[in-house]
């Protein structure tokens, strides 16, 4: 399996410009009561009007249960039953699975709750870390978007816009990368909208192989997340980490999950893919939908398996 190329770079950014970023940002967060998602129900009635053609699609990848450098600890799937000889023989039987998985992986695609990251000895919202018991978390759990996160979903395609098949290991996606691909994309983000980025890092992937994704990967640059805030998106989700490695700050290794998780109280989407929603969107040329993300009610977890649908 081939090793990526040397990380192209990312602007950098010291900690004393990060540490005004992360107060900009804090300053912005709504209050939507203990993780609650920020959409409206005005903002849901008119993303429904975003269904036309029927057609659905999934934005989830496989789960995948093959150890592999960016998985060293894949998805555990085992059939237990039907018992040896029961398959052949008269009457009824069942066939059961078990299923284990390391959420927060490089592999599988997932949903962050908002407990999920501890800066400074907090949660989102300043709720004490030692909320976070060997029971689980008390609060500020997935359970919070057990309800779901539904809203109008707006995909935006990086590579697409730089006309490269994907961004290579260690670039970022700034500020006016997402601004350049609203205008080629013909498409506004708004407020209450679940905002989803390609950098092309499943393409990478499917084509060259897997890679350690915990030592380079592209994502978004941490100077964009006030974007989000400005904006008012509800979530946002990528087909990588969403974080950049090797991190463009000093001393922070996932600067975009503090800001975006901590400060502002996104609910984040790690490696999702996207190579079917784009085909679609490119021959609809349209590229935003009624997205529905159905977490698993998991009442004290930091996060979940999902399988997001886009429905145009």
Do not use: K
């Not at 998602?37 to 053609?53: D, F, I, K, W």
């Not at 393409?203 to 941490?222: F, M, N, Q, S, Y």
């Not at 800001?259 to 502002?264: G, K, N, P, Q």
């Not at 009610?297 to 996060?303: E, V």
Request: charged content about 20%.
């Amino acid at each position: 399996m081939p090793d990526p190329i040397e990380p192209a770079g990312a602007p950098r950014m010291s900690p004393e410009e990060f540490g005004a970023l992360y107060r900009r940002v804090r300053d912005r967060a709504a209050d939507p009561g203990r993780g609650a998602p920020r959409v409206t129900p005005e903002q849901l009635r008119a993303a429904a009007g975003e269904v036309r053609s029927g057609r659905t699609v999934t934005m989830a990848a496989p789960v995948d249960t093959r150890p592999g450098p960016d998985n060293p600890e894949p998805a555990v799937h085992r059939l237990t039953g039907p018992v040896a000889g029961e398959a052949g023989a008269p009457g009824l039987h069942f066939a059961f699975d078990r299923f284990a998985m390391n959420v927060h992986g490089d592999a599988d695609s997932h949903l962050d709750a908002l407990c999920h990251v501890i800066y400074d000895g907090t949660l989102h919202g300043g709720v004490p870390a030692s909320s976070l018991t060997a029971e689980g978390a008390t609060e500020l759990s997935v359970d919070a978007v057990r309800d779901g996160l539904v809203g109008r979903g707006v995909l935006l395609d990086i590579p697409r816009l730089r006309g490269v098949p994907w961004l290579e290991p260690g670039d970022s996606v700034t500020t006016d990368d997402l601004i350049a691909a609203e205008a080629a994309q013909d498409v506004r983000v708004g407020a209450g909208d679940l905002l989803f980025v390609r950098v092309g890092h499943r393409r990478r992937r499917a084509e060259l192989g897997p890679w350690d994704a915990a030592r380079a990967r592209a994502g978004i640059h941490p100077g964009a997340v006030e974007f989000l805030a400005e904006r008012e998106v509800a979530a946002l989700g990528g087909d990588g980490n969403n974080d950049t490695a090797p991190s463009p700050v000093d001393g922070i290794g996932f600067p975009t999950h503090v800001l975006a998780i901590h400060a502002l109280g996104l609910y984040l989407l790690d490696y999702l893919q996207f190579e079917d929603l784009t085909a679609v969107c490119a021959q609809e040329r349209r590229w935003s939908f009624l997205c529905v993300v159905a977490p698993l009610r998991l009442p004290a977890a930091t996060g979940s398996p999902v399988n997001p649908i886009a429905l145009l």
